[in-house]
């Protein structure tokens, strides 16, 4: 079966920086990551598509990077740099078939990671 598998997430303070992984078990040409918080609908944070080409929403533009390993083409990196409270949701790392930041285009999804940003 296909799995999608989130880790590094965690807590830190705002300005600091954690780089999160998505683990697949296939090469898929188009993934993305999302997130979402209890008082916000899932929202797609990037997109990175097999042209090479990734699309970022505009909060996290400059600060995001997304990035797929050369070695192990299956598995999807997101650095986050400069983090600040707003960035605080849980992570979901996501495959599919649009190059698009619309939930969607994606039809499967890990089962996410936390990430925690403090004053």
């Known amino acids: 079966a296909v799995q999608l598998v989130e880790s590094g997430g965690g807590s830190v303070q705002a300005g600091g920086a954690l780089r999160l992984s998505c683990a697949a078990t296939?090469?898929?040409?188009?993934m993305g990551w999302f997130r979402h918080t209890p008082v916000k609908e899932r929202e797609g944070v990037a997109t990175?598509?097999?042209?090479?080409?990734?699309?970022y929403a505009e909060s996290v533009k400059g600060r995001f990077t997304a990035s797929k390993d050369n070695a192990n083409k299956n598995n999807l990196y997101l650095q986050m740099n400069s983090l600040k409270p707003e960035d605080s949701a849980m992570y979901y790392c996501?495959?599919?078939?649009?190059?698009?930041?619309?939930?969607?285009?994606?039809?499967?999804w890990g089962q996410g990671t936390q990430v925690t940003v403090s004053t």
């Open positions: 990175f598509c097999m042209s090479g080409g990734t699309t």
């Open positions: 996501a495959a599919g078939w649009r190059c698009t930041l619309e939930e969607a285009g994606f039809d499967t």
């Open positions: 296939d090469n898929f040409v188009y």
